[in-house]
């Protein structure tokens, strides 16, 4: 408070508190500046330049980087703090990711993102603003559930979690699966693809591995300790599509030379490939061949084909042919739809 006098050591405190609030690289503070900002914050009494530049020291020795410029003609010499835990980049990369995660409610984002403005100066905060491109909740807290989740990780517990799944077009809710059986699951990793936050985990009722969505998690809880511990290899999740699983297969495919800078983003530059006649390119991949995958796969329509295996490649023939066949039919004459819902 203003009225109310600083201590020393209060003093001190608030002097680290407005390095980190008003100053940076470019943004430097002055003896005089910085008396003044303390004199906002309570009575000084006797304060010296003297005292301000012990204190100046005192930070510094704990660590505190704080950089005195050199001047010249007796002008009056600026600090500013030099480092801090997080550089300006990456708190822009934490503001971007917070902004394209789906799984963060609009409401969540701001604070995230206000809490984030604390690790900066007030000049640079400014500049730290999301952009909100993704599809969020208003409102809503991240699932609370991430807790139970990660500690079940570490501790090797079964977790039992109800599931949400179909989506009731009335009451705009995703409704439970299993007539809201309750689900026992190993838990392994959290990951997030796609804007979406998913656990991984071995489904005991079937011993096989399954990922669900951790916003679509409720009434979270531990169930048991694991029987035996699940593992799940960083090879399954790197050739997991859309986070669909599958059986492990090697894939020969042909992809058109202009579609191949996404081929590489997704399987990385070590991909085997040699170039064919013309613009095409074989690629030799192993991935989880899944509904996921041929999802992926026919966004790239003619430019992409499966060689082998040949069932493989059977099977995305019948899929494609499935797809032809609800265009090839007629549009469905239906009921004109009520505005007011």
């Given at each position: 408070m203003p009225n109310e006098?600083?201590s020393?050591?209060?003093?001190?405190l608030?002097?680290r508190?407005?390095?980190?609030?008003?100053?940076?690289?470019?943004?430097t503070?002055?003896?005089?500046?910085?008396?003044?900002?303390?004199?906002?914050?309570?009575?000084?009494?006797?304060?010296s330049?003297?005292?301000l530049?012990?204190?100046?020291?005192?930070?510094?020795?704990?660590?505190?980087?704080?950089?005195a410029?050199?001047?010249k003609n007796?002008?009056?010499?600026?600090?500013h703090?030099?480092?801090?835990?997080f550089?300006?980049h990456?708190?822009?990369?934490l503001?971007?990711?917070?902004?394209?995660?789906?799984?963060?409610?609009?409401s969540?984002t701001?604070?995230l993102?206000?809490n984030?403005?604390?690790?900066?100066?007030?000049?640079?905060?400014k500049?730290?603003?999301?952009?909100?491109h993704?599809?969020?909740?208003?409102?809503?807290?991240?699932?609370?559930?991430?807790?139970?989740?990660?500690?079940?990780?570490?501790?090797?517990?079964?977790?039992?979690?109800?599931?949400?799944g179909?989506?009731?077009?009335?009451?705009?809710k995703?409704?439970?699966?299993?007539?809201?059986d309750?689900?026992?699951?190993?838990?392994?990793?959290?990951?997030?693809d796609?804007?979406?936050?998913?656990?991984?985990?071995?489904?005991?009722?079937?011993?096989?591995?399954?990922?669900?969505?951790?916003d679509r998690?409720?009434?979270?809880?531990?169930?048991?300790?694991?029987?035996?511990?699940?593992?799940?290899?960083?090879?399954y999740?790197?050739?997991?599509?859309?986070?669909?699983g599958?059986?492990?297969?090697q894939?020969?495919?042909?992809?058109?030379?202009?579609?191949?800078?996404?081929?590489v983003?997704?399987?990385?530059?070590?991909?085997?490939?040699?170039?064919?006649?013309?613009?095409?390119?074989?690629?030799?991949v192993?991935?989880?061949?899944?509904?996921g995958?041929?999802?992926?796969?026919?966004q790239?329509?003619?430019?992409?084909?499966?060689?082998?295996?040949?069932?493989c490649?059977?099977?995305?023939?019948?899929?494609?042919?499935?797809?032809a066949?609800?265009?090839?039919?007629?549009?469905?004459?239906s009921?004109q739809?009520?505005?007011s819902?």
């Amino acid at each position: 408070m203003p009225n109310e006098k600083l201590s020393n050591r209060d003093r001190l405190l608030a002097v680290r508190d407005i390095f980190e609030q008003y100053s940076d690289e470019e943004q430097t503070l002055t003896l005089e500046e910085l008396s003044t900002e303390l004199s906002k914050r309570g009575l000084i009494e006797k304060l010296s330049r003297k005292s301000l530049k012990e204190d100046i020291a005192a930070l510094a020795k704990s660590g505190f980087d704080i950089h005195a410029e050199e001047t010249k003609n007796g002008l009056a010499i600026p600090y500013h703090l030099v480092s801090r835990p997080f550089e300006y980049h990456h708190l822009r990369l934490l503001v971007d990711a917070i902004a394209s995660a789906k799984f963060i409610s609009e409401s969540e984002t701001e604070v995230l993102v206000r809490n984030i403005h604390t690790l900066t100066s007030k000049r640079l905060a400014k500049t730290l603003t999301p952009v909100i491109h993704t599809v969020k909740k208003p409102k809503g807290v991240i699932p609370f559930s991430i807790d139970t989740i990660q500690k079940a990780i570490i501790e090797q517990d079964i977790i039992s979690f109800q599931y949400q799944g179909k989506f009731n077009e009335r009451t705009r809710k995703f409704e439970l699966r299993r007539d809201g059986d309750y689900y026992l699951v190993t838990p392994a990793h959290l990951i997030v693809d796609n804007g979406n936050y998913y656990l991984i985990g071995r489904d005991e009722r079937v011993e096989e591995i399954r990922t669900y969505r951790v916003d679509r998690i409720v009434n979270c809880s531990v169930f048991e300790p694991a029987q035996t511990p699940v593992e799940v290899e960083a090879t399954y999740l790197s050739s997991m599509f859309n986070m669909y699983g599958g059986e492990q297969e090697q894939l020969t495919l042909k992809f058109h030379e202009s579609v191949m800078p996404t081929v590489v983003d997704r399987f990385g530059t070590d991909i085997r490939c040699r170039r064919l006649e013309g613009d095409w390119f074989e690629v030799k991949v192993g991935a989880l061949f899944s509904q996921g995958f041929m999802m992926w796969l026919i966004q790239f329509a003619e430019q992409a084909e499966i060689l082998e295996p040949a069932f493989c490649r059977e099977a995305f023939k019948n899929k494609v042919l499935e797809l032809a066949k609800v265009y090839q039919a007629g549009v469905p004459v239906s009921p004109q739809m009520n505005e007011s819902v």
